[in-house]
């Protein structure tokens, strides 16, 4: 689903709020992410901001499936005008930006908020975020060991909603002992609009989907930028970056990656199908079932993604398909919480489960 969708209601003033309170569950740890979702649950219950109108108006034309997309797009693109303005009132307040943690920004978002520029509600009107936490960048390499490389099967890896495509350079970040780097044909990222590690603006989109106060993150998507990059000056062609929604990826990867005896192909989302309702999601998953046909038990298609069906669901799965007596057949590899410090997996039957006789 992409922003121009523009099925359903808009969001109200209530549903915003309602999603803000609960907001702080999953930022523990984060004094000034938590103190910003304050500050606006606060002007909100106090009335109806000139913000908050003007937000209203750029959702008119929006969805949110989610709970968390809403909030999280605003912070995004807040933090993306601080990124880009040195004389922001809030630069103290982000450690993102050289600032502290220990203050209360509340008051500087108030004055961003009262004088926000076009561009911030721009971003608010068509907007999407791609984050990178290399932790769950490099769920997609434990299966793709157990279900290609055990068999020593190269496959082509593809990803939908693929931002900048570090997810597909997971194993240049922090490898796995034995993963096979070279088992891979060719990485290709579909996005709705593909972001570029050089350029300026983008790098700042790809910084702003990470909370100010997450420096650990940052970091860790700094380094992965410039090794992507290091990576790339030496082959243009490492990751191919195609323009393609993701209602749109299963055809296209069915038209341009078509199926070969001996190679097999692994299709993944990360925080994509959490933003799909129940319809699109069956239509999707029925696009994928039959772009995987054709490859049998050579395809893989794997999801990083909330649990579906849990309103406001504070647990990821990490979901495994192939194709199985004409359909799908499923398993859910692990689940763990937002902030990974509960994580269930069962070894066992997740091997079984790749067992290409299974």
Not at 55 to 68: D, I, L, N, P, S
Not at 232 to 238: I, L, T, V
Request: net charge neutral; aromatic share 10%.
């Amino acid at each position: 689903m992409t922003a121009a969708d523009g099925k359903g209601l808009a969001m109200t003033k209530q549903e915003f709020l309602e999603q803000l309170e609960r907001a702080p569950m999953a930022l523990p740890g984060l004094p000034v992410s938590s103190a910003m979702i304050r500050r606006l649950s606060e002007e909100l219950r106090a009335g109806d901001p000139s913000w908050w109108k003007e937000t209203a108006a750029a959702w008119q034309g929006r969805r949110f499936v989610a709970w968390t997309e809403a909030w999280s797009l605003f912070l995004a693109a807040v933090h993306f005008e601080v990124l880009s303005d040195a004389k922001s009132p809030l630069i103290p307040y982000f450690p993102s930006c050289g600032g502290t943690d220990e203050a209360e920004p509340g008051l500087a978002l108030s004055r961003f908020l009262s004088a926000a520029p076009a561009s911030f509600y721009d971003r608010l009107r068509t907007g999407e975020r791609r984050s990178f936490v290399q932790a769950r960048a490099r769920l997609w390499l434990g299966p793709a060991m157990l279900y290609f490389q055990t068999r020593r099967l190269p496959y082509y890896l593809v990803e939908v909603n693929a931002g900048a495509g570090l997810n597909l350079a997971a194993d240049l970040f922090a490898p796995p002992k034995g993963f096979a780097s070279n088992r891979v044909l060719a990485r290709v990222g579909l996005d709705a609009e593909p972001l570029l590690v050089e350029d300026i603006a983008h790098r700042r989109w790809l910084t702003a989907a990470l909370l100010p106060d997450q420096m650990p993150l940052i970091r860790a998507l700094d380094q992965a930028i410039d090794k992507l990059r290091q990576r790339q000056s030496g082959d243009d062609s490492f990751i191919q970056m195609v323009e393609c929604a993701p209602a749109l990826a299963p055809r296209f990867a069915a038209k341009n990656i078509p199926a070969e005896d001996e190679a097999g192909i692994l299709l993944f989302n990360m925080a994509v199908t959490s933003r799909m309702d129940d319809v699109q999601y069956r239509r999707y998953a029925a696009d994928m079932a039959e772009t995987m046909k054709p490859w049998g038990d050579r395809a893989l298609w794997l999801e990083v993604e909330s649990v579906r069906g849990e309103i406001y669901s504070m647990t990821y799965q990490l979901r495994l398909h192939k194709t199985a007596e004409g359909g799908l057949k499923s398993h859910v590899m692990a689940a763990f919480d937002f902030n990974a410090k509960t994580v269930a997996y069962d070894r066992a039957k997740t091997e079984q489960f790749l067992s290409v006789r299974a």
